[in-house]
């Protein structure tokens, strides 16, 4: 087996192919020099030209023939030659070539020699016989590629594969590269996080907030205590229901404060005048409808509403939680005053912000390198599959194992 560098690969193959497929390659050398012994006799050719229609043609003429030589001498000059990598593609590149130099001699002809054609009629004759040998040439060319060049043909068309080979490995390089930086932002941010979740713990273990957290949670649980209390509240809907539909009728019924209750009831009585006169006239009414049976309610959810009401006017309790909550609220707005006045709350949002913002570019990150390795395992299993085949097809053209290494600089 030959180990060679992917780098190195296109000249070792080439040379191999130069040994193997000798006597086409000679042959085609060969075409190649005639070709450009016949482009030669042609640019001669023009020269005899010149030399014929000196002293013979007026000065019209003449410039007319300067015209048609310089034309076609620069028409030549484009014709594209194969040198050193003489290839099938280049052959049939100059096959295309000699075509376009035969359409452009036949236009320059018509144009300029009507005008100086009598005084070189042995120059026409000697152009078309050059002419019709390269046009034999140029059959002869054609049908060489076709019946000779055919497995040479083949084998060269493998080198087309080698820039994606080259494209691949420089993806691969690249997308090495940026999941290296992905990871390294990763890890400073995640490090940055850190920090900043260590700081605001810091912060938050400051006393205000501790006792902030603890009279917080006390009021939490003493409005869920007072919400438990209000197991009435299907009947004051139901009767807010029926007192818009206008379906029963009851005095002095404060409708906006049923609304406000519905809504928010410990805020409402909280800001309710002292005994609470709204909300416990709102009960008596209650109670009174429910005891006539007049909200049509299921015989157990009213006895249960019922006993509900009678066990605050019998316990007595409501007002002295909304004395605790009204506590609790003052206890609560003296410290974030507290803690104001101390910078701690804008230090405790800010850092809260700054965590939230590296969340979001952890997480961008995160999704940048999952997909930035997905690039990376795909192109890796592209590279192989490619090299894979690319040595197999190596072996079929060359009879013999050929290792292409392929290296990458990270």
């Avoid at 109670?287 to 007595?316: G, M, W």
Wanted: charged residues 40%.
């Amino acid at each position: 087996m030959i180990e060679i560098s992917l780098e190195e690969f296109e000249v070792f193959y080439k040379e191999k192919l130069d040994s193997q497929f000798y006597k086409v390659k000679k042959a085609t050398k060969k075409q190649i020099s005639e070709v450009r012994d016949n482009l030669i006799e042609i640019k001669v050719c023009t020269d005899h030209f010149m030399e014929a229609g000196k002293g013979k043609i007026d000065e019209k003429a003449l410039k007319s023939l300067h015209f048609f030589s310089d034309r076609i001498k620069k028409e030549i000059d484009e014709v594209e030659i194969p040198e050193d990598d003489i290839t099938y593609d280049n052959m049939h590149s100059l096959l295309n070539s000699i075509k376009k130099l035969f359409t452009s001699i036949n236009d320059i002809a018509k144009k300029s020699l009507p005008k100086f054609q009598k005084q070189v009629q042995p120059e026409i004759k000697e152009l078309s016989y050059i002419t019709r040998k390269l046009g034999v040439k140029q059959k002869g060319i054609d049908e060489f590629l076709r019946k000779k060049y055919t497995d040479l043909k083949e084998a060269e068309y493998l080198l087309k594969k080698l820039p994606k080979l080259f494209s691949l490995r420089d993806n691969i390089g690249h997308a090495k590269l940026d999941l290296d930086e992905f990871e390294k932002d990763l890890e400073e941010r995640q490090k940055e996080q850190e920090d900043l979740i260590q700081e605001l713990s810091i912060v938050e273990k400051n006393e205000l907030f501790r006792e902030l957290d603890k009279q917080e949670d006390n009021l939490a649980k003493l409005r869920m205590d007072i919400n438990n209390k209000f197991g009435f509240k299907k009947a004051l809907k139901k009767l807010k229901f029926e007192l818009e539909k206008e379906t029963i009728h009851i005095p002095n019924v404060n409708t906006f404060f049923l609304r406000d209750f519905l809504k928010n009831p410990i805020n409402t009585l909280v800001n309710e005048s002292r005994d609470l006169p709204k909300f416990l006239s709102l009960l008596v009414q209650l109670r009174h409808v429910l005891e006539e049976n007049k909200l049509n309610l299921k015989t157990e959810v009213k006895d249960k509403t019922i006993h509900q009401i009678n066990a605050i006017f019998d316990e007595k309790t409501i007002q002295s939680d909304i004395d605790k909550i009204k506590e609790l609220n003052n206890k609560i707005n003296e410290l974030k005053k507290q803690i104001e006045q101390a910078g701690l709350a804008i230090n405790r949002e800010d850092i809260k912000n700054k965590i939230a913002t590296n969340t979001i570019k952890i997480e961008h990150l995160e999704n940048d390198l999952d997909r930035k390795n997905k690039d990376y395992i795909r192109y890796l299993s592209s590279i192989k599959n490619e090299r894979e085949e690319f040595q197999k097809a190596v072996k079929k053209i060359l009879n013999e194992e050929v290792k292409l290494n392929i290296t990458f600089s990270f």
